[in-house]
């Protein structure tokens, strides 16, 4: 599967909600890093779902090379 255009080259902390659903941008072209603002429209990718399941702090991917989507693996280390 292809992979987004490289929007920051390290993981962007957001604090996320139980029970609240974030929609992660995958194209790398949106404006609200790390999350969907619709610009993917002018792609063949779309948004992933990510559904909190408790309240904490997460480190969403923003170099969009993870391998652990919407989430951050590390990979931007190695770009």
Do not use: I
């Given at each position: 599967m292809a992979k987004g255009a490289i929007a920051a080259r390290e993981p962007?902390?957001?604090?996320?909600v139980a029970g609240k659903?974030?929609?992660?941008?995958a194209c790398g072209l949106s404006k609200?890093?790390?999350f969907?603002?619709?610009s993917h429209t002018k792609?063949?990718?779309v948004p992933v779902e990510y559904q909190a399941e408790k309240s904490k702090d997460?480190?969403?991917?923003?170099?969009k090379q993870t391998g652990q989507e919407p989430?951050?693996?590390g990979?931007?280390?190695r770009l």
């Open positions: 962007m902390m957001v604090p996320v659903t974030y929609w992660w941008c609200k890093q790390p969907c603002d619709g792609t063949d990718m997460c480190y969403f991917c923003v170099c989430l951050c693996d990979t931007h280390n």
